[in-house]
């Protein structure tokens, strides 16, 4: 379905989120998919946004997409919301030697950092200490999980309730509703007034600079490449009002909602043969 009435006919550029949008939650992107967004990059230049950190997105779309260099260099990808930027043959920017995002790409060859936006060491301490008390008074502290619950990617710090490497049925059955990241997360903002604090993925609650959301991150895109946003179209799986893909909407950029990859594959070849044809 169509989240804005404005869409363009033929986009600019197509911007999407990652998880349940272009693969599973944190799983390697299906090849109907890859297949689809490499006849699109083939036509459009494509970003993928999402809370996620850079090894994520190697992981889960780079590692499968299978694309050669010339669609690679169209393909913009944006971490943490658009925190930091990366792009195929540009410039190294400013990331530090000792960076988890910067050791991240080094299965990314061609692969460089254009620009990041981090948080101080004070704020990242601050944020840690922070959202444990609170979940911990809520009872939101797992016992049992699957990797890390807490996550410094840098430029955002994430709360992950049963940890970054939790199978699919066990994030969906914990907080189908959604209220108890609701909770913990006006907790934690009212004790970090100077950072942005919202819900995540299925389990999990980002923190990042004041303003940092997505719709920060492609306002970033937009300077970026010089496309405005109202020639552009997001597609994303969580445009509801309390989704974390919702900033997009409210922003004015033309958006196209989905409930899954699958749905996903099939509006993205679709479109491809659409802009390639020139729209008719």
């Not at 930027?85 to 910067?102: E, K, L, M």
């Not at 990797?147 to 939790?166: P, V």
């Not at 914990?174 to 990241?181: A, I, R």
Request: with cysteine; aromatic share 6%; net charge negative.
């Amino acid at each position: 379905m169509t989240a804005s009435s404005d869409a363009p006919a033929l986009p600019a550029l197509v911007a999407f989120d990652l998880d349940d949008t272009l693969a599973p939650s944190k799983s390697a992107m299906p090849e109907p998919m890859a297949a689809a967004l490499r006849s699109l990059l083939d036509v459009v230049p494509v970003c993928v946004i999402s809370g996620g950190q850079i090894g994520q997105f190697r992981d889960q779309v780079l590692a499968h997409l299978g694309a050669d260099d010339a669609e690679l260099s169209r393909l913009h990808l944006m971490p943490t919301c658009g925190t930091r930027y990366y792009a195929y043959g540009a410039s190294s920017g400013t990331a530090r030697a000792d960076d988890q995002d910067a050791r991240a790409i080094e299965g990314m060859p061609g692969w460089r950092l254009v620009y990041a936006n981090d948080l101080s060491p004070q704020q990242i301490e601050e944020g840690f200490a922070v959202v444990e008390a609170e979940a911990r008074r809520l009872g939101l502290w797992e016992e049992r999980t699957w990797g890390d619950i807490l996550e410094d990617r840098g430029s955002q710090i994430t709360f992950s309730a049963l940890g970054q490497e939790a199978p699919l049925d066990a994030k969906r059955a914990w907080d189908p509703t959604g209220e108890k990241k609701g909770a913990l997360r006006d907790a934690v903002a009212a004790r970090l007034p100077g950072l942005e604090v919202r819900s995540g993925g299925s389990t999990s609650v980002d923190i990042t600079l004041k303003g940092v959301d997505k719709a920060y991150g492609m306002t970033r895109l937009a300077e970026v490449t010089g496309i405005p946003g109202e020639r552009m179209l997001f597609v994303g799986d969580r445009l509801d009002p309390e989704g974390n893909d919702y900033p997009v909407l409210a922003l004015g950029i033309p958006c196209h909602a989905v409930s899954g990859w699958e749905e996903t594959a099939v509006f993205v070849a679709d479109l491809a043969q659409r802009i390639a044809a020139g729209g008719a």
